[in-house]
């Protein structure tokens, strides 16, 4: 490889790796600052624990990210590089395809990821897996916004290793990643925000039954043999592996922000 070429990949991978903590650290300090200092108040009572993480843990779980982010940017120039030199078709093809296919391509992504997760972050807790893999994330017994990327090295390689799995399997275009890689930063900020901001219904039970809350994340960092799923409930349901106090829990969390309303207002 001439020099030439490798300073075009070192400036392709410092430019996805300026991208990729600029994103996490807008989703991460934007759901923190937001929840966490401007809405503290008025969202106290959908607080799922009553302690606090120490401002050095919320620090140390950021200066890991960053390390996350890094691995993250560097699989993701792998795939830039293979479709440059011809060996990942499937980015051209599926610009062939039309809007509908980039619609349902986004959609497969996310269901094949929820997939993806359940299984790799099962086997990850096995005992001889977990102490290499997942230790790190769990250092975060009580999550915080910054908890999202905050993974040993080899966890951070099998989650990254998602996309380029999809991509080589699936004709998608890019902008369909680029929109799948904001919901996926999106919904693991909000999932480790602490605080419980799924509605709802009348019997206490979440109101979209199917999507993961933060009480159903937030169990797993409590009790770490439950609740692997990332965005829906069904591989949980389906395995057993829904914790056995998950409605009860939801119910807590979501009654007492009633309870407060109705008091404000009588």
């Known amino acids: 490889m001439s020099n030439d070429a490798i300073s075009a990949l070192g400036a392709n991978w410092l430019q996805s790796l300026s991208i990729d903590i600029i994103r996490y650290a807008v989703f991460a300090i ?3 600052l937001v929840l966490w200092v401007l809405l503290a108040g008025v969202l106290k009572h959908r607080k799922i624990r009553a302690n606090t993480p120490p401002a050095r843990h919320l620090i140390g779980e950021f200066l890991i990210s960053l390390r996350s982010i890094a691995v993250f940017s560097t699989v993701g120039l792998s795939m830039f590089a293979l479709e440059r030199a011809g060996h990942l078709p499937g980015p051209s093809l599926a610009a062939q395809w039309g809007a509908v296919w980039g619609v349902v391509s986004l959609v497969l992504m996310i269901i094949a990821q929820d997939t993806y997760f359940y299984w790799t972050h099962r086997v990850m807790h096995r005992p001889k897996l977990f102490r290499t893999f997942h230790r790190r994330h769990h250092r975060s017994h009580n999550p915080s916004p910054f ?5 040993d090295i080899a966890e951070a390689a099998v989650n990254a290793a998602f996309v380029p799995l ?3 399997l699936v004709p998608t275009i890019w902008p ?3 929109l799948f890689m904001l919901h996926q930063i999106a919904r693991n900020t909000l999932g480790h925000s602490g605080y419980e901001l799924f509605p709802a219904g009348r019997d206490g039970k979440p109101l979209l039954g199917w999507l993961t809350s933060v009480t159903h994340h937030d169990l797993h960092h409590e009790q770490a043999g ?3 799923a990332l965005y829906f409930t069904w591989w949980d349901r389906m395995m057993g592996t829904e914790h056995p106090e998950y409605f009860a829990r939801f119910a ?3 009654r007492q922000s009633r309870a407060a309303v109705a008091a404000e207002v009588a």
């Open 30 to 32: 934007a759901t923190w």
């Open 147 to 151: 908890t999202a990327y905050s993974f």
């Open 166 to 168: 999809w991509m080589i």
């Open 176 to 178: 369909v990643v680029g």
């Open 226 to 228: 439950w609740n692997y």
């Open 252 to 254: 807590a969390a979501t």
